[in-house]
């Protein structure tokens, strides 16, 4: 998924995808995006029953409407559609959290759109939120989830400028797939933004990073 990257670097290269069942997510949900599950993607999936975004976080989860604020941080169209599913939720689980934890991330929340391809490609949309969170760690994170799933074969991480905001890309082949994830701060920094696309051109990743402010 790719926004306000509008452009700024992009390599020719295609794109990945993402996914979203509680935030950041396992590594086969972000990199399996089967977009029926590009889930930090798969937003519309029914939660856990015992999620409740309220009080103190117990369980990671998600659910559309859980942070209706986050929500809104999420672009509300990419080529003139709106997303397919929109929801938000939050991971607090040392399994879920990764190398977050070792920087002192407790929790963090997520608010993300799926923009469905044909089953096998897709673009995901995705604010994250935490106190003290950086796109720097983000980026660790999803590196460091890529690099633990089954059929990566290859990955490219690199740097980037969007709108004189430092980025990290990272492209990632999974089986016969090219997974692209893109992460930089908001403008008023208080959000870490991502584009995931599976299978996508430059084109439609340049799109998705416009997308975004």
Known sequence: MFHPLTGD????RRGRGRGTRGGPVRASRLFGLSLAVLTLSACAAAPGPSFDPVGPCMVD????GAYPALERRVPPT????????????RNCTPQNLGTLAGHGITEV??????WGGDGSRGITLAVFQAPGLTAAWLGEWYEATARAARHTTSFDPSGMLISGRQAYRLDVTNGDKVQTVIVWPSPDG???????ASDETDEAISAAV???P
């Open 190 to 196: 208080d959000l870490v933004q991502v584009v995931l």
């Open 9 to 12: 670097l992009i390599r020719p």
């Open 210 to 212: 416009a997308a975004f």
């Open 61 to 64: 989860g998600r659910t559309a």
């Open 78 to 89: 990419l080529g003139g559609r709106a997303p397919d599913t929109l929801d938000s939720g």
């Open 109 to 114: 929340r997520f608010g993300g759109g799926i």
